[in-house]
Structure formats: structure tokens, C-alpha cells
């Protein structure tokens, strides 16, 4: 599955939806009275936060079908990048999201300059143990419980996640989304897949910071003279199978630029439908 295989309105109805996402990606670019945190603080990811958070915003609506009054859950929410683009989706009164993340730093931050402000932003910190991230946490990745009841959310969001775990807790991960997700809610999900373009690596086509080798016979791929879990690729496959498990069905699938080739997003993209009613 080597292709993006998309669900999307055609029509008039489609253009306006596209004009108006457009413009509030702008508008997050621009608005400079969002919170964002000062560059040092920014534990994950790199990029400008603002523009980054914008551009996401715009895949989670154009691919992941969100919408604004949708309850959402964003596991790893980091420092918020995601969630202050989303401020200025979601809809006030409808409209709900929850963030997770292991490191307290970033969400002290987002609960002193988001939640004030947009109340119907939560933000959780889960003391889930991660060797670069949160090495003393107490909860095992492999014995993962979410604290929510299931069929809660109608969107989840793991975006850099899947890139810094092993392939157990990936299964784990997954299998807890699907617990969370109503009938046909999603997951929109990022990932390093290693296809054979990727492992082409002699061309020198690819992201030179990702030298994916692969580590023994499993499924992963790790940077040599890194931490293994700096950055995890995963063999061609490997996750189709693990969402195909978990009882999420591809719906998209669409590979990004690091690898060498043409995209308009860097890593590679999954959404994912819970089995049941679509949205």
C-alpha cells in the first residue's frame, strides 16, 4: 500500500472546506498573541512551532476528517504543538481535547498558558517510563492502561509517538487506541516506514540525520551512535499489521519526504478507522 488512498467530499461543498482551511492555517501562522513556548523549552520535534502546529492542523482536517466538535485525545502532546493550532478549531462548547504526555515540563506549560484560556483543553501527565524521555517513570510501555473509559474520542492524535517506542509498546499503543475510539472514529498517526526506498540508503536520497540500520532480525530500524529509541523506523508492513490487529482499519496511508521522494509532509502518514458506523 504504497499509495495515499484518500476519503474526501468532491464538489462546491469541498472548495469552501479547503478555502477556509486554508485560511485558518494562515491565521494560526500569523496570530501572535498564541501561546509558544520559548525555543529551549521545546523537548520534541523541531521546526518552527507555530508553522509546524498549522500545518498539521490542516492534515488533521484535510485527512483525518476532523471536525469541530470532535473529542479529542492527544497522546505524547509534548509541549503543545498540536494542541494551540487546535484552540482555534474546536468548537467551544462541542468541541473537546485531552492531552498525555510522560514529561512534566511541557505539561506544567500547557496548563498554565492553554487550558486558562480554552477550558475545554485538559492536559494529563502520564508516568509512563521511556529511556530518553522519562527514564524513572513507574508505568511499564508493555502494561499501558489509558485513563479513560473506552469509546470516548472521536479523533486520536499520535503523532511522533510510534517514531521513539519498540515494537511491543507499539502494539500496546494501538490497541488502546482502539479501546478509546467510538465506531468509526479515527487515528491519525506519523511513523518512519522503511520500504525499499528507504533502505536504498547508498543513493543518498534520504534525511542524512536517518541511517536507519536495521537491529537484528525484528521489525525496527535505529540511527547508528544514537539512542536506539532517538528515532525508530519500522519495516515496510509492520504497522499495517499492528492497526490491522488492533481492529483499526487503513483508510490513508501516505509516505512523506524523508525518505527522498516527493511529499507535502516529512514523515510518513497513517489515518486509521475504528471498525463500526463511519463519522
Not at 132 to 159: C, H, W
Not at 184 to 211: C, E, H, K, Q, Y
Not at 248 to 276: N, P
Request: aromatic share 10%.
Amino acid at each position: 500500500m504504497s499509495e495515499a488512498v484518500l476519503r474526501h467530499e468532491i464538489g462546491p461543498a469541498a472548495t469552501v472546506q479547503e478555502d477556509r482551511v486554508s485560511w485558518l492555517m494562515k491565521t494560526v501562522r500569523r496570530n501572535r498573541f498564541l501561546p509558544r513556548p520559548d525555543a529551549g523549552r521545546v523537548f520534541v520535534g523541531d521546526g518552527d512551532f507555530r508553522a509546524v502546529g498549522a500545518e498539521f492542523l490542516g492534515h488533521f482536517i484535510r485527512l483525518g476528517g476532523l471536525r469541530p466538535e470532535h473529542r479529542v485525545l492527544d497522546i505524547g502532546c509534548g509541549i503543545g504543538r498540536m494542541a494551540v493550532p487546535l484552540t482555534q478549531y474546536l468548537d467551544v462548547e462541542k468541541g473537546r481535547y485531552s492531552g498525555l504526555d510522560p514529561v512534566e515540563g511541557g505539561i506544567a506549560w500547557c496548563r498554565r498558558f492553554i487550558t486558562p484560556f480554552y477550558p475545554n483543553f485538559t492536559f494529563q501527565r502520564l508516568d509512563i517510563a521511556h529511556k530518553l524521555y522519562n527514564p524513572q517513570g513507574k508505568i511499564s510501555g508493555e502494561a499501558l492502561k489509558l485513563p479513560y473509559a473506552e469509546r470516548q474520542f472521536d479523533f486520536v492524535i499520535m503523532t511522533s509517538v510510534v517514531t521513539h517506542l519498540p515494537p511491543d509498546e507499539v502494539l500496546v499503543h494501538l490497541s488502546e487506541v482502539a479501546r478509546l475510539l467510538k465506531p468509526g472514529g479515527r487515528l491519525f498517526m506519523t511513523a518512519f516506514v522503511v520500504d525499499g526506498i528507504a533502505a536504498a540508503n547508498a543513493s543518498g536520497r534520504r534525511d542524512p540525520r536517518l541511517g536507519f540500520v536495521r537491529d537484528g532480525n525484528g521489525p525496527c530500524w535505529f540511527v547508528p551512535d544514537t539512542p536506539p529509541l532517538a528515532a525508530v523506523g519500522f519495516d515496510d508492513d509492520f504497522l499495517d499489521h499492528a492497526l490491522e490487529k488492533a481492529g483499526l482499519a487503513i483508510i490513508t496511508k501516505s509516505l512523506g519526504h524523508w525518505r527522498g521522494q516527493d511529499a507535502d509532509h516529512y514523515q510518513d502518514f497513517y489515518v486509521a478507522e475504528s471498525r463500526g458506523a463511519q463519522l
